[in-house]
């Protein structure tokens, strides 16, 4: 048995979770979360607790049993806290701005780089240096954070460019003088 999948989700008050041909829906304060279940996986819902079952004690059913516990864990509490990531621009002349619906990113390029925020997600820009990412789908907040880094990321020798925030950087030694 999954030690993952074999926990109950707790489901909280003013969460309505239902399923219909091996679709989840869930729905809270913040939005309403979709997604598919996997083969050979069922969900018991029973007051306040859901409970994740496979059919069969296959091996995929098996692999299945923990990531749709996990999924719907997330998004329980995606639709009732949601999520975060935020980043880190270091470098000189390097900032963020929004603008409308995209965000401005000076990253030492020979023009600015533009990118569309998606729908369903939330970014403000804090002193021109931190990018706030936020929504309540855990998989699109990732995605997202990680195309943003991926414009400019963090070189090793001064640490120029985008970095999760709290992410240590391995920093090289630059060429030593010769004699």
């Known amino acids: 048995m999954s030690r993952i999948g074999k926990k109950p989700v707790i489901v909280p008050q003013g969460v309505k979770i239902s399923e219909s041909a091996g679709i989840v829906k869930v729905e809270g304060p913040k939005g309403t979360l979709s997604s598919k279940l996997p083969e050979g996986i069922n969900m018991v819902l029973s007051d306040g607790n859901?409970?994740?079952?496979?059919?069969?004690?296959?091996?995929?059913?098996?692999?299945?049993h923990g990531l749709a516990r996990t999924l719907i864990?997330?998004?329980v509490t995606g639709v009732v806290t949601g999520f975060t990531r935020n980043l880190e621009i270091s470098g000189v002349g390097y900032r963020a701005e929004l603008d409308g619906s995209?965000?401005?990113?000076a990253l030492g390029f020979s023009s600015p780089v533009q990118y569309v925020i998606p729908q369903g997600i939330d970014v403000k820009v804090d002193k021109q240096t931190i990018i706030l990412i936020s929504g309540i789908d855990k998989q699109l907040v990732g995605k997202v954070a990680a195309e943003i880094r991926a414009l400019k990321k963090p070189e090793p020798y001064k640490g120029k460019g985008i970095k999760y925030a709290g992410e240590h950087i391995r920093r090289k030694a630059g060429k030593s003088a010769s004699k």
């Not at 859901?50 to 299945?64: G, I, N, P, Q, W």
């Not at 995209?102 to 990113?105: C, Q, S, T």
């Open 102 to 105: 995209n965000l401005k990113l």
């Open 73 to 75: 864990s997330n998004m």
């Open 50 to 64: 859901l409970v994740v079952e496979r059919k069969s004690d296959e091996r995929l059913a098996r692999s299945y």
